[in-house]
Structure formats: C-alpha cells, structure tokens
C-alpha cells in the first residue's frame, strides 16, 4: 500500500483505539483492579478462592480487549484483500502489454479507493464496537 495511505489508515485506527481506550477500556481497567483488591481482602478465603475471584474479575476486561483485538484484525484482513485485488489487477494489465507507468496510476487509484472505501467503514466500526464494550461492562 502506497506510503501515505498506509499513514492515513494508521492515523485513523490509533485514533480510534485511543478513543476507546479512554473512554472504555479504561474505566474496564479501574473495576477490574478494584475489583481484584476487593478478592484480596478477604482473609477468610483459600489461596485458591482469591485467584478464581481475580479471574472473574478479569473476565470482562479480557473479553473486551479481544473484542477489540478481533474487529481490528477483521478490518486489517479487509483491507489487506482489497488490496491485493489492485495488485492482482494491476500484474493482470502489466502481463496484457499495458505500459507501466499507466498500470502504475491504475495501482494507486485502486489502492486510494480501498482505503477511502475503508476508512467510511471506521464509524460504523467504532460504533458497534463502543455498544458491544458497554454491553461487557454491566
């Protein structure tokens, strides 16, 4: 992918995972260690209790750093598709005879469409992602 559509989609994805970082991941990070202070107090529980306590309280917080993990992974794989598509058109043209510098506008134009199309996919993505983490938070 051409260097400045690389940039534009990084730009974008750390924007949107710092939004939800602030705005999700760590509120999930606070209840978690409170929570995980609250196992440790209990002097009448076994070793074994408090470590299991520990776990359910880490329970949500991993569920949605996977989430989130996987939704990414997701569009990256889309995007890296698509991509691929324009690569695969563009030694298609070359193998045809078409001249490289031609072929090569082609390439960026398609590589461009990608990322626009995939950028529009940024919100909606960045909606059902804040509606699934406060679905794991209550």
């Known amino acids: 992918m051409a260097d400045v559509q690389q940039l534009r ?3 974008a ?3 949107l ?5 602030r705005e999700n991941i760590r509120k999930m990070q606070g209840l978690m260690f409170r929570c995980s202070a609250d196992c440790c107090e209990d002097s009448q529980a076994s070793m074994q209790q408090v470590h299991q306590c520990i776990e359910r309280c880490h329970a949500p917080l991993a569920q949605a750093q996977a989430l989130v993990t996987s ?3 997701k569009f990256q794989d ?7 598509h324009c690569n695969d058109k563009a030694k298609d ?3 045809a005879g078409n001249k490289e510098r031609q072929v ?10 990608c990322v626009d199309d995939h950028m529009n996919l940024i919100p909606t993505m960045t909606k059902k992602m804040k509606e699934s983490l406060s ?3 209550k």
């Open 104 to 113: 090569k506008r082609q390439l960026e134009s398609c590589v461009t469409k």
């Open 9 to 11: 989609v990084q730009e």
């Open 78 to 84: 889309r995007l890296a598709r698509c991509t691929m």
């Open 93 to 95: 043209s070359i193998d």
């Open 135 to 137: 679905s794991i938070q």
């Open 13 to 15: 994805v750390d924007t």
């Open 17 to 21: 995972v710092k939004s939800l970082e």
């Open 71 to 73: 939704e990414l992974e």
